[in-house]
């Protein structure tokens, strides 16, 4: 089985501080407010000019994998990586209590390309890889908000001890949530040759749709790792979005290397600073 994805996440120096300036919460869970903009149709959408699209200030995209305690035969590294139920559960009621909304691939896309509106504070809460906790933990935690996520689904895990099911992948979609593409087995994209793109894009997407009844058009890099000959593969095969980690967007196909930042377990107002210098959005 392929690891999880491994890339730049926000600063380790923040994962046990406790800031002063961390908000205050009120007791209980605070149901977020209904988005401010309808999810947009993207049909006849223009996609726009890349000189216009890496104008628009970017939304903050925070990326998930693990949602479990840690275990003694955790690395340091892997720890990165694995969420503690806890802190999540501090990170998303430090989001809603400080009036954040989630958003969707769909309403990104329209607000890059044509300026949609998107709702007040708005962020995008991902999750990587597959694992049940998402499903298990996560998502119960995001339903006390009224908050949706993005799961990146890498199809040779389906139904393995440890990793959702199709029952459970297709809920999720089913409840409003967006199932993506992660790849078959994790695979750097930068190696790929020859009938790679069959494997690892074509055949799991036809897995996807046909697990969720919808089209499967949006990708995330294993590892964050991308270069420009994918780009041109991904568009041919139905990808109209394409997720990386924390490296430069690109001049030309900004679209196709859209930021996200790994959380590890830190408190929130280390996760609320993090956010701001990321992604420096108002």
């Given amino acids: 089985m392929a690891a999880n994805c491994h890339g730049p996440s926000v600063k380790t120096a923040d994962v046990k501080g406790q800031s002063n300036a961390e908000a205050s919460t009120t007791d209980g869970a605070r149901i977020a407010k209904s988005p401010e903009a309808p999810m947009p149709s993207l049909d006849g959408i223009k996609v ?35 969420i503690p139920p806890a802190s999540f559960n501090e990170q998303i009621k430090m989001l809603a209590d400080s009036g954040y909304h989630t958003i969707l691939p769909d309403q990104l896309y329209a607000y890059l390309n ?8 708005p962020v ?20 006390k908000y009224g908050y949706k996520g993005v799961f990146f689904v890498m199809t040779v895990s389906i139904g ?11 809920d999720l ?28 894009i074509e055949k799991p997407t036809k897995l996807l749709e046909s697990i969720t009844g ?9 590892f964050g790792l991308w270069n420009h000959e994918a780009i041109p593969e991904l568009k041919k095969r139905g990808m109209i979005a394409a997720f990386q980690l924390y490296s430069k967007r690109d001049e030309q196909d900004p679209l196709y290397t859209i930021r996200r930042i790994i959380v590890p377990a830190m408190k929130p107002a280390a996760l609320s600073k993090s956010m701001h210098e990321a992604f420096k959005y108002n």
Avoid at 160 to 170: D, F, G, S
Avoid at 214 to 222: G, S
Wanted: glycine share 2%; hydrophobic share 30%; proline share 7%.
């Fill in 160 to 170: 393995r001890p440890r990793y959702m099911t199709k029952e459970q992948i297709k």
């Fill in 48 to 82: 726009a000019d890349p000189k216009t699209i890496l104008a628009r200030p970017e939304v903050p995209i925070l990326c998930y994998h693990q949602i479990r305690d840690w275990k003694p035969t955790d690395s340091k590294s892997a720890r990165d990586y694995i």
């Fill in 214 to 222: 919808k089209q499967i058009k949006y990708f995330a890099y294993p």
């Fill in 124 to 143: 995008m809460l991902t999750f990587d890889d597959t694992d049940e906790d998402q499903y298990t933990v996560a998502k119960p935690t995001m339903d």
């Fill in 173 to 200: 979609s089913d409840k409003g949530h967006v199932i993506a593409s992660h790849t078959w087995d994790h695979h750097n994209v930068k190696k790929y040759q020859g009938n790679d793109w069959v494997t690892q």
């Fill in 114 to 121: 044509e300026g949609a509106k998107l709702p007040s504070k």
